[in-house]
Every structure is written in structure tokens, then in C-alpha cells.
């Protein structure tokens, strides 16, 4: 890994842990929010009246990013059916579909989320199915697959692969044998299945580099001294295994404070309209309801905050492995004489150790 990627590498967390805090101080949508969504909206569905799914498609996009209620939601989803995005349709309207009902909510979010649901079951009938298999390689050998320039993991072929309806291109590759490109079209509810026979590179003499290829592979390996877990970046630079899981652990915290700070201001919201000077209209909640609003509240800014500070304290451990570790010559050069490593711990608190021999 270059100088420059690591150091965006350590931005991209960075910014993850900002985010993170700012998602709990979203504010309520103004009046003038609201009446702009309402214009966008009703602009939108006379667009998808029209035929102009396209022009709507940009209107409830800009309407669902203002509000992000279930009625935007489910006029985004027909937009994007409407399109052929059948599965990113279904995925909005699944979104919306799940979302938790809020006390006192409006009646029309009730049938968005009711109509979302429908439409969710009707685009999984329409979506089809793409069954790729893969063919002459030896064993051990698996294949590098994409789908319009996704990677498909070797394990998921021969399994269907939902996709929308629609030309799609797919190419397959190997070490020693020739790349196969082709383009195939699936039709709604479709189920496709496509063999690739893969064919041996042929080399000058008429030889093939299937063949040749491994031996030559095998001895390099071996030579150089390098077993199959080794994991280092362009400059010969090891990454220490610890500094990837301390970066999946802050991804996962953070991702998971955004998580419940966004469910917080959604409660900050309610409590606000529903409960102002913290005191609950009893025609609207009993008790138990305003208890029941109160842990919530509780929960997500304690959670919110917790999970935070754990994955802004991972990332850090995580850009101190990929940035400050030592190049295997600057290791070598000083191994001879002296052996020091940084260990970093996560337990009770955060912390680490230095240890070595001189």
C-alpha cells in the first residue's frame, strides 16, 4: 500500500468518526422542508404520469433525501421499477416496508408502508435469476468472475445471482488460460443459466501457460520465501493482522453509532412534538408509553456515544498499523541488533505495550 493511499485510508476514518457524531444533531425538517418535499412530490408523480420516469426519479430522490419518510420512500421505489431498477426497488420499498411505526404517525405513512410491503413481494416475482458455472480448471484453481464489473465470490457461482432485467456483461479469468468476455440479456422473471468452458492459453512452441505456468509459480513462491498468509502493501511493507481487525471493529462501531444515533434524533423529534417541557400529553401516551419513550431515548444516545468512542479508538489503532509500520528493509536493518513492536490491546480500556530485546 502506497504512502498516499494509507494516508487517505486514515482520512476516510477519520471523517467516518465525524460523521458519526454529527448524525445525532440532525434536526427536525423545517416548514420550509416539508413544503418543498410536498412540491417535489406532487411534481414527480405527474412526471411518472406522464411516462417521464426519469424527471420523477429526480424529484423523489431530492423529496425522500429532505423527509426519508415512508410516503417519499415508496414513490422513490415505483420510480426506480419504473426504470427497470427492479432491485433497487425492491430494496427502497423493503426499506420502507421495515420501518418501525412512530407513535401518533400520520395515516398516510401507515398505507405507504403497507403499499411498500405489496410492492416489495411483487418486484421479488419479476426480478430473474443469473446462474453462472464455471468450467476446465483444475481443482484448486479458482476463477476471477465479474458481473458488469462486480466480482462474484467463486463460492456464490452456480447459486442464482438477482440482477435486473437487461444486457449484462460478464468476464472470467485464470491464471494460464484465456479470458472469456461475453454479454448476455435476461428478461423479467428469467431464470438464465450460463456455462463458461474455460481454454488453456497457448504459448510460442505449443505449449499452453496452464501448464507451464504453475510449476514456475510454485518454485518463485517458495523462493522468495513467502508463505500464503503474508499480506503486504506495493512497497514490500507487512500490515500486521491486528491493525485490520481493529479497522473492521471501528468501521462496524462506527457504522453501528450512526445506526442508533439516527433512531435518537428520530426520538428527539417525537419527544419534542409529542412531549414538549417533558411532560407527555396523557390523551396521547399513557405511562407505560412514556416510559417506553424514555428508555429509548436513553438507549440510543447511550449506545450512540459507546459505540463512537470505540470505533473512533479502533480506527486510531487501526491508522496507527497502516501508516506507522515498518518496511521489512528498515526491519531487517535494524533487526540484527534490537527487535521492538508496539502491541495494542482492547480489553476493560484501550491501550498498549512496548516490547522487544536489544
Known amino acids: 500500500m502506497s504512502k498516499q493511499l494509507r494516508r487517505a485510508v486514515a482520512l476516510l476514518v477519520v471523517l467516518a468518526s465525524v460523521q458519526a457524531e454529527r448524525a445525532a444533531l440532525a434536526a427536525e425538517p423545517t416548514a420550509a ?13 405527474k412526471k411518472l404520469s406522464a411516462g417521464d420516469a426519469k424527471g420523477a426519479l429526480e424529484s423523489f430522490q ?35 416496508a421495515s420501518r418501525a411505526a412512530a407513535p401518533n404517525e400520520p395515516e398516510a405513512f401507515v398505507y405507504a408502508r403497507d403499499e411498500a410491503e405489496k410492492l416489495a413481494e411483487e418486484l421479488a416475482a419479476r426480478i430473474p435469476s443469473l446462474f453462472l458455472r464455471v468450467t476446465g480448471l483444475p481443482a484448486g484453481t479458482p476463477p476471477k468472475v465479474t458481473v458488469d464489473g462486480v466480482a462474484i465470490p467463486p463460492q456464490a457461482l452456480g447459486f442464482p445471482r438477482k440482477t435486473n432485467p437487461g444486457p449484462h456483461r460478464i468476464e472470467v479469468d485464470a491464471p494460464g488460460y484465456t479470458t472469456d468476455q461475453r454479454t448476455v440479456e435476461l428478461k423479467e422473471k428469467e431464470n438464465l443459466a450460463v456455462e463458461i468452458q474455460m481454454k488453456p492459453a497457448a504459448l510460442p ?83 407505560e408509553g412514556a416510559d417506553d419513550l424514555e428508555a429509548r431515548w436513553n438507549r440510543d444516545a447511550g449506545l450512540m456515544i459507546g459505540l463512537g468512542v ?42 498498549g505495550a512496548v516490547q522487544g530485546t536489544f
Open 310 to 351: 470505540v470505533g473512533a479508538a479502533a480506527a486510531s489503532i487501526a491508522v496507527v498499523g497502516f501508516a506507522f509500520t515498518p518496511s521489512e528493509e528498515a526491519s531487517a536493518a535494524s533487526g540484527a541488533h534490537r527487535n521492538i513492536a508496539v502491541v495494542p490491546w482492547i480489553g476493560g480500556t484501550l491501550g
Open 33 to 45: 422542508d416539508r413544503e418543498t418535499a410536498r412540491t417535489l412530490l406532487i411534481d414527480g408523480r
Open 205 to 287: 512452441g505449443g505449449s499452453t501457460a496452464a501448464g507451464a505456468g504453475q510449476g514456475a509459480d510454485a518454485r518463485a513462491a517458495l523462493g522468495a520465501g513467502q508463505g500464503p498468509g503474508a499480506t503486504k502493501d506495493d512497497a514490500g511493507r507487512p500490515v500486521p493482522a491486528w491493525a485490520w481487525i481493529s479497522g473492521g471493529v471501528g468501521v462496524a462501531s462506527l457504522g453501528a453509532a450512526v445506526a442508533f444515533a439516527v433512531d435518537y434524533a428520530n426520538v428527539r423529534r417525537t419527544a419534542s412534538r409529542d412531549c414538549p417541557g417533558n411532560v407527555c400529553d396523557p390523551r396521547r401516551y399513557g405511562e
Open 62 to 96: 431530492a423529496a425522500h433525501a429532505i423527509m426519508d419518510v415512508p410516503t417519499t420512500g415508496l414513490d422513490l421505489a415505483r420510480a426506480q421499477a419504473a426504470l427497470g431498477d427492479l432491485v433497487g426497488a425492491r430494496a427502497t420499498a423493503l426499506g420502507v
